[in-house]
């Protein structure tokens, strides 16, 4: 049997290339607009790098691709993109002679050991930003925004931004406390890994896909803000608001990783070809993160877009457009080769797309081919044009055809371009 790829992986042919290499372009551009640089950390880390104290993530006690390749480091292939960038934002202490916030963007792949579904791979590929150093709602808002106006920059419409807040320090705790409280009860009826993160992190109990549904869930009490957290979830609204990005209020968001803060949000997808993993992005803030792995006591904020969903919801709403279109295919009808080599080259050296015939095949034959690749013109090089130093011009779209000078090709050629457009 001839090798497959392995479970829960995936080529990108050529096609998906393109597609892929349109929304990393246009991802691009947001970073650019918005003063985001692009950084790129390595595929693996020390595993002490995702894995902090007492977490209680799916990602980091289960899906985790750890190995030890000398028996002694541990390293782990990066599940997400913001430890990484965190701790290359400490190590090379970009906090000390920038003007703060740091802003910086990514497209990486990540592995995940997690059950492969459409939507779901084991590795897959983030676009993201974090932005880190300063705490303020305007940032939280433009944040969001980037994201939200890149999704809509694309031309998709079924998507929808949810908000929620897991509050400050205080708030939260309090709110552990209860919920720690609340549920101790219904112990029994909590799934395996609510059991466990009953006293480790009763807030994921809230959105675990098993229990979330179950009545004494839905029932559980609400957070308490304090005072300045509530301020500042007033105003990141205020500010999503003001650029008119609507997005629903999801008090039961509180996502998966560990390290979440004050503004949580997540876009989702509402079309049905996105199936049940219907989140394209999710994000947040956080304000412990870069302390805790030996910073400066920052706060940060950021999201990750997962391209294979969006990638899934471009399709199902026909965003692509594909330009598959060639400039120039070389028909050479002669047995020697140099000529319509050398005009082929020519011609590339001159910004034209251009293939030829390699193999001598009849000019029927060679006309098929350039009408498979869809070549604009179709420059014919018979005995004649090697003679007279010429070559034969017949242009797709006018039918019309004419001979000239080879040194005059490159300009004539641009000239029926722009004619042709005017
Ligand atoms: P996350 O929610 O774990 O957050 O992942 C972000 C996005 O990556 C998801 O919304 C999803 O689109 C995509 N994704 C996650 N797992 C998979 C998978 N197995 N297959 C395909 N796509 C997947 C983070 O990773 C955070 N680092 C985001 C962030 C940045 N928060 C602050 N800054």
Redesign the pocket.
């Known amino acids: 049997m001839p090798y497959q790829t392995v479970k829960g992986t995936y080529d990108l042919l050529p096609e998906d290339m393109m597609k892929f290499n349109m929304l990393a372009d246009l991802f691009r551009q947001f970073l650019n607009l918005y003063g985001y640089g692009e950084i790129k950390t390595p595929v693996f880390e020390f595993t002490g790098v995702f894995q902090k104290e007492n977490d209680t993530s799916d990602?980091v006690t289960k899906e985790m691709y750890t190995f030890s390749p000398n028996g002694k480091d541990s390293l782990t292939l990066r599940p997400?993109?913001?430890a990484g960038v965190v701790r290359s934002l400490i190590e090379n202490k970009l906090y000390g002679n920038s003007e703060l916030p740091i802003k910086l963007g990514y497209i990486e792949e990540m592995f995940?050991h997690?059950r492969p579904q459409k939507?779901?791979?084991r590795q897959?590929t983030?676009m993201?930003i974090?932005c880190i150093g300063d705490k303020d709602p305007l940032i939280d808002a433009e944040v969001i925004a980037l994201g939200y106006f890149f999704i809509k920059t694309i031309g998709l419409n079924g998507v929808k931004v949810l908000i929620n807040t897991l509050g400050d320090n205080e708030s939260r705790l309090n709110y552990k406390k209860s919920l720690e409280a609340y549920f101790e009860p219904y112990e029994d009826q909590l799934c395996f890994d609510c059991q466990n993160r009953l006293h480790k992190n009763p807030l994921r109990i809230l959105d675990c896909k098993i229990d979330r549904n179950k009545d004494f869930v839905r029932n559980a009490p609400k957070m308490v803000l304090t005072e300045s957290s509530a301020k500042y979830f007033e105003d990141v609204k205020h500010y999503l608001d003001v650029l008119e990005i609507p997005y629903e209020i999801d008090d039961r968001l509180v996502?998966?990783?560990d390290y979440y803060t004050d503004t949580v949000f997540e876009v989702v997808s509402t079309n049905e070809a996105s199936g049940s993993q219907a989140?394209?992005?999710?994000?947040?803030r956080?304000d412990e993160l870069v302390k805790e792995m030996g910073g400066p006591s920052i706060s940060g904020i950021?999201?990750?877009?997962?391209v294979?969903?969006l990638m899934i919801l471009c399709e199902a709403e026909e965003v692509f457009e594909l330009d598959k279109s060639l400039d120039c295919y070389v028909i050479n009808l002669n047995e020697d080769k140099d000529y319509a080599f050398k005009v082929a080259e020519e011609l590339r050296n001159n910004s034209f797309s251009v293939e030829m015939d390699y193999y001598g095949r009849s000019l029927k034959a060679q006309f098929k081919s350039s009408e498979r690749k869809n070549a604009r013109f179709v420059l014919i090089i018979g005995e004649d044009e090697i003679k007279e130093n010429q070559v034969t011009i017949k242009d797709t779209l006018t039918k019309a055809q004419e001979t000239i000078e080879k040194e005059m090709l490159c300009e004539r050629l641009d000239q029926l371009m722009e004619d042709y457009y005017v």
Do not use: D, S
Not at 279 to 284: D, H, L, S
């Open positions: 990602m997400e993109g913001t995940r997690e939507g779901r791979q897959f983030q993201g974090e996502r998966g990783l989140t394209i992005f999710g994000g947040g956080y950021g999201f990750a877009i997962g294979e969903r």
